[in-house]
C-alpha cells in the first residue's frame, strides 16, 4: 500500500511544488494546535502531513481539509520544523485536482524557468491550468 | 639523501579494501631516497611495531614513512616505535590511507593512485626531515576550577582530595548554581539543598579549596602545565574577616530588585546573600542598585551592623596566578522565551518557566513554598504543563533536545500533586524521552500513581479568559482539538550554553559548537578533555544535562586534571616556530597574530657597514609555542619557520603531488 512507485512520484512532485518536505515533520500537532479552521476539518493539519509522510494518497483526496485550510499561514509560522504546511497545503490541492481532471495546460507550456515558476502564486497557475485548453 | 623506509598498512580491509597495497609498495620502491617499502596488514600491532623496528636496524634507515590512518590516530604509536629503534621520533612522516583515501572512495582505480601520490609526497617531506627535541617543562600544581555549580564542586573537591591546591571561581556571590534553585531532584525526590549543601560545606572547609566568590576570570594566557589566569574578585563592599553573617544589614536594608535566584518572581535586597545557605555567608552590595552608591545617601546597613563589617570603599581585588590545569564547569542558562508570544510568557503572571515554577516549591522562594497562582495568590485548581519550549525548534529555538525537560516536568507534576491532590495536570509533550536509571519507572508513577495526563501534542496558545487561561491544543494520538481552562502554565524551557560562553571560550582558547556549548576534543573517546591541552569540561556547559551526568562528567575531568598535575614534567611541542634574525624586519605582526603569547620583541646586534647596530626582532619562545604556523603565514620576510613542517618541506609536498601520474 505504502511507500510504492507513485508514492514517490507524488512525494517528489509534491516537493518540487511546494519546496517542502514532509517527512520533516516529526508529529508535535502545533499546526493543528493552532490553526483557526480546525473546527471544520475533518483530517487534522498534523494529520495531511502523517499521511504524506505515509502515502496515503486516497484518503487525502478524499479529505476536506485541504479545501478548509484557509492559507492563513498561523502554522508556518509557529511550526517548530520550518515547515511551511499552508504550502503543502496548496500542492495538495494542486494534485487531487491534476488527479481529478488533469491539466489542460502543463507547466512545461508557459516556458519559464523554475526560477520564474517558483515566484508565480501557485492558485494563480493551477487556476490558469485548469481553465485555459490547449 | 637519506635512507628512507616506507610501510604501508592494509588496515585490515579498511585501507587494503580500496587501495592495491601492492602497487603503492612496488611505486614507493621507486621514489628517491627509498631504500625499503613493505606492508603489513595491522602496522599498528606489536608485530607490525616491530617490523618497523627490525627493519630500521636492519636496513639502517634514517627516515621513516608510513602509509596508514590518521596521524591524529597513531602518529604517536609510530613515533614510539622509531624512537624505540634509535632514531629521532620526528623522523617519521604519516601519509593518512585511510581517512584521507580509502574511506573517502570507492573505486580502487582512484584510489590507488591518490595512494600514491600521498605516500610520494610525504617521502618528499621526510627527506626534508630534522630531529627535533621537546623540551620538559613544570607543572603547576594547582588547578583552576571556573563555575560553582554542582559540576564546579565535585571536581574542585576530587582535585583537591588527591591533593592539590584547586581555586574555586564562581561568578555570584555564592557556590550552589542551578541545582541550589531546584526543590527536589528526580527520579528520587531527594530535596536538592540537603544532597547539594553538604558539599558547598565542604568546598568551603576543605583547606586544599580556595574559594572565589563573585570573582570572575579576565585573562588566560600560557599553556598545559603553565596557565596564566587573571581574575576579577569583584568588591563585596563587606569585610569578610569582620562579618558574622548575622543577616542585620539585609533585613534592615530599604532597597529591594527583582531576585535572579528566584528567576525574577521574587524581590531581594540590594545588600543580600542569594540564598540561605549560600556558601560562603557573607552579603554583597548591588552596587548598581545600592541607594548609596546611586544617590549618595543612605548608608543604614552601615550603621545597623553590628560588626562594622561593612566597607563601602572597597575595591576589585585582581588576582593573578599560575595554573597547572583549567577545568570549566560554566554551567546552563534557561532559554529567554518572549520569542513565544503564543504561549503569553511575559504577558501573563500565571504563565511560568519551568525554573520559575520550580521556585514556588521553595520554602525560601518567592511564596514561602507555597503554590499559588501569582495573579491572585490562591492555590491553582488545573496546571498546564508545555514541553519542547524552545527545544528541538529550528525556526525559533534551538536544534536539539534539552534531555532534562521530560523528567523535570513530570518531576514538577509530582511535586505539584503532593502539595495539592486536587489539583489536575496536563502535560502536553512531542515524544517523552526517559532514559536512564530508574528515569522510565519514575514517569510511569507520574501517569498511574499520580494521575497525571500527558497528552501526546502541541498548544497552539494561551490566551487569559475571564480570570483564568485558556489553553487551546490537540491532542495528536486522538486527533482531538482541546481547550483546557487552565489556572497556571508552566514552559519547559530550553537550556542553551550561559550568555557569556563565547567570551570564556574565546579567553581560552576553546572551541565551542554552533550553539557556543564547548566542545570535547573526541565526542566518544575524549569527553571531558578539550582541543586545548590541559583545558576539561564537565557539567551542563558542554551539552543539556542532568545531575548525574554531571557529577559522573566532573569526577572524570578532575580525574584527568589530576593525571597531569601528578606528572613531574610535561613534554612541550617539539614542532614550534623559529625565527631567523638576520631575515625578520621587526615589524612583529607575528606577536599580534599569536594565540599564545608566545612571541615578544628582542635586540639584535648586527655589523651594517664597520658600524654596530642594535634593532628590534621578533623571538619565539619556545616552551609557549604550540606549533599552530600563524606566524609564519604573516611574517612578510618569511623569516618564520615552523619546524617540522617548513616551508620547504611544504613545497616539496606540493612538488610531490603535482606530479604526473
Known sequence: M?????????????????????????????????????????????????????????????????????????????????????????????????LREGNRLSPADLELTPEQLEKLPAQALVSSFRKYAK | MPRIGV????????????????????????????????????????????????????????????GTCSPRM???????????????????????????????????????????????????KASLD?????????????????????????????????????????????????????????????????????????????PNINLLTYSEVEAVSGFVGQFDVRIR?????????????????????????????????????????????????????????CLYFKRGRCRICEKECPAEAIDFEQQDEIIERRYGVILVATGFDSMDLTGYGEYGYGQHPDVLSALQFERLFNA????????????????????????????????????????????????????????????????????????????????RRAAEEYGVIYLRGSVGKVFPEGERLLVRGVDSLSGRPLEIEADLVVLAAASVPRRDAPELARLMSINSDRYNFFDEAHPKLRPVETHTAGIFIAGACQAPKDIPEAVAQAGAAAAKAVTLLSKEKLQSEACVAKVDPARCSGCLHCEAVCPYGAIAATETEERVRGEL???????????????????TMTCRSGSVTLQGYTDEQMLAEVDALCLQR
Open chain 2, 74 to 124: 597513531h602518529e604517536v604509536t609510530f613515533r614510539k616505535a622509531v624512537a624505540e629503534a634509535g632514531l629521532n621520533p620526528y623522523l617519521l612522516e604519516v601519509a593518512n590511507l585511510r581517512e584521507h583515501c580509502s574511506w573517502v572512495h570507492k573505486d580502487p582505480a582512484e584510489a590507488t593512485p591518490k595512494a600514491i601520490a600521498l605516500v610520494r609526497a610525504a617521502v618528499s
Open chain 2, 7 to 66: 610501510f604501508i598498512c592494509w588496515c585490515g580491509t579498511n585501507i587494503a579494501g580500496t587501495v592495491e597495497i601492492e602497487q603503492v609498495v612496488n611505486a614507493a620502491r621507486s621514489f628517491p631516497g627509498v631504500v625499503y617499502a613493505g606492508d603489513y596488514r595491522y602496522l599498528c600491532s606489536e608485530v607490525g611495531q616491530k617490523l618497523i623496528k627490525d627493519t630500521i636496524k636492519k636496513e639502517n634507515l634514517e627516515r621513516v614513512v608510513v
Open chain 2, 364 to 443: 525560601s522562594g518567592p511564596t514561602a513554598g507555597q503554590v499559588v497562582r501569582l495573579s491572585n495568590g490562591r492555590p491553582p485548581q488545573r496546571v498546564v504543563f508545555i514541553q519542547c519550549v524552545g527545544s528541538r525548534d529550528i525556526a525559533r529555538g534551538q536544534n536539539y533536545c534539552s534531555k532534562i525537560c521530560c523528567m523535570f516536568t513530570s518531576k514538577q507534576a509530582i511535586l505539584l500533586k503532593e502539595k495539592l491532590p486536587e489539583t489536575e495536570a496536563y502535560i502536553f509533550y512531542i515524544d517523552l524521552r526517559t532514559a536512564g536509571k530508574g528515569y522510565e519507572e519514575f514517569q
Open chain 2, 130 to 206: 630534522e630531529p627535533l627535541t621537546a623540551l620538559m617543562l613544570d607543572v603547576e600544581k594547582r588547578a583552576l576550577v571556573i563555575g560553582g555549580g554542582i559540576a564546579g564542586i565535585q571536581a574542585a573537591l576530587d582535585i583537591a582530595d588527591s591533593g592539590y591546591t584547586v581555586d574555586l571561581v564562581e561568578k555570584e556571590p555564592s557556590i550552589g548554581g542551578r541545582m541550589a534553585q531546584l526543590e527536589k531532584t528526580f527520579p528520587t525526590l531527594d530535596c536538592a539543598a540537603c544532597i547539594l549543601t553538604p558539599k558547598m560545606v565542604e568546598v568551603a572547609q576543605h
Open chain 1, 2 to 98: 505504502i511507500f510504492s512507485e507513485s508514492y514517490h512520484r507524488f512525494i517528489d512532485e509534491l516537493k518540487k511544488n511546494t519546496g517542502q518536505d514532509p517527512n520533516q515533520c516529526y508529529q508535535c500537532a502545533k499546526c493543528s494546535a493552532g490553526c483557526p479552521v480546525v473546527a471544520a476539518m475533518d483530517l487534522l493539519p498534523h494529520q495531511v502531513i502523517r499521511y504524506l509522510q505515509l502515502g496515503l494518497l486516497g484518503e487525502l483526496e478524499e479529505s476536506r481539509t485541504p479545501w478548509i485550510c484557509a492559507s492563513c499561514f498561523t502554522c508556518a509560522a509557529r511550526c517548530p520544523r520550518d515547515l511551511d504546511l499552508a504550502r503543502l497545503m496548496e500542492g495538495v490541492r494542486l494534485a487531487v485536482l491534476r
Open chain 2, 613 to 631: 647596530l642594535t634593532r628590534t626582532v621578533a623571538e619565539v619562545n619556545p616552551a609557549l609555542c604550540q606549533g599552530c604556523g600563524c606566524c
Open chain 2, 233 to 289: 574578585s569583584r568588591a563585596r563592599s563587606i569585610d569578610p574577616s569582620k562579618c558574622t553573617g548575622c543577616g542585620i544589614c539585609y533585613e534592615k536594608c530599604p532597597a529591594k530588585v527583582p531576585s535572579e535566584f528566584d528567576m525574577e518572581l521574587g524581590k531581594r535586597k540590594v545588600i543580600y546573600v542569594p540564598f540561605p545557605q549560600a556558601v560562603p555567608n557573607i552579603p554583597v552590595i548591588d552596587r548598581e542598585n
